[in-house]
C-alpha cells in the first residue's frame, strides 16, 4: 500500500525535494560569490542562478524524471525555468500593482509557480521522445 502510494506520489516529492535543496545551492552560491569572490549583487545571482539551474536539471533528469542527460532537455529545462521566473516575476509586480503587501504575492506565487514548473518540466522538459510514425508511399 504504502510503495504504491510512493510511486503515485514519487515524481512530485522528488521534484519538491529537489526544489528546496537547489534553493540552497543557489543560496550558498550566491553567498560565496559575494563574500568570497566580492562578485557584484546582480553578476553573483546570475552565476547562483546558473549553477542551482544545472544543478537541479541534473538531479530532476537522473532521479525525479529517471532521464539521461541531453543539451536538448536541458535547452527546454531552462526555457521552463525562464519561464517560471517571469511568471513569478509578474505575479509579483500584479500584486504590487493592486497594492497587496509582498508577501501575499509570495504566497500566490509559491502555490502556483511550483505546480506550472512541475507541469511543464514533466510534460515538455522531460517528455518522452515521440516515434515518428513512417508514412508510406
Same mark, same amino acid.
Do not use: C, Q
Given at each position: 500500500?504504502?510503495? =504504491?502510494l510512493w510511486e503515485?506520489?514519487?515524481?512530485?516529492? $522528488?521534484?519538491?525535494?529537489?526544489?528546496?535543496?537547489?534553493?540552497?545551492? =543557489?543560496g550558498?552560491?550566491?553567498?560565496?560569490?559575494?563574500e &568570497?569572490?566580492?562578485l557584484?549583487?546582480?553578476?553573483? =545571482?546570475?552565476? !547562483? &542562478?546558473?549553477?542551482a539551474n $544545472?544543478?537541479?536539471?541534473v538531479?530532476?533528469?537522473?532521479?525525479? &524524471?529517471?532521464?539521461?542527460?541531453?543539451?536538448?532537455?536541458?535547452?527546454?529545462?531552462?526555457?521552463?525555468s525562464?519561464?517560471?521566473?517571469? $511568471?513569478?516575476?509578474?505575479?509579483? !509586480?500584479?500584486?504590487? =500593482?493592486?497594492?497587496?503587501?509582498?508577501?501575499?504575492? &509570495?504566497?500566490?506565487?509559491?502555490?502556483?509557480?511550483?505546480?506550472?514548473?512541475?507541469?511543464?518540466?514533466?510534460f515538455?522538459?522531460?517528455?518522452?521522445?515521440?516515434?515518428e510514425?513512417?508514412?508510406?508511399?
Amino acid at each position: 500500500m504504502l510503495l =504504491h502510494l510512493w510511486e503515485k506520489w514519487r515524481e512530485i516529492a $522528488l521534484f519538491a525535494l529537489v526544489g528546496v535543496t537547489n534553493t540552497l545551492v =543557489h543560496g550558498l552560491v550566491l553567498a560565496g560569490a559575494m563574500e &568570497f569572490l566580492l562578485l557584484p549583487l546582480l553578476v553573483s =545571482h546570475t552565476v !547562483a &542562478f546558473g549553477v542551482a539551474n $544545472l544543478f537541479s536539471y541534473v538531479v530532476n533528469s537522473r532521479l525525479t &524524471f529517471r532521464m539521461p542527460l541531453s543539451v536538448s532537455r536541458y535547452v527546454r529545462f531552462l526555457a521552463a525555468s525562464l519561464v517560471a521566473l517571469a $511568471l513569478t516575476l509578474g505575479i509579483a !509586480a500584479a500584486a504590487d =500593482h493592486w497594492g497587496l503587501d509582498y508577501l501575499y504575492g &509570495f504566497a500566490i506565487v509559491v502555490v502556483t509557480v511550483p505546480v506550472f514548473s512541475f507541469v511543464v518540466v514533466k510534460f515538455w522538459a522531460f517528455s518522452k521522445p515521440r516515434t515518428e510514425p513512417r508514412s508510406h508511399i
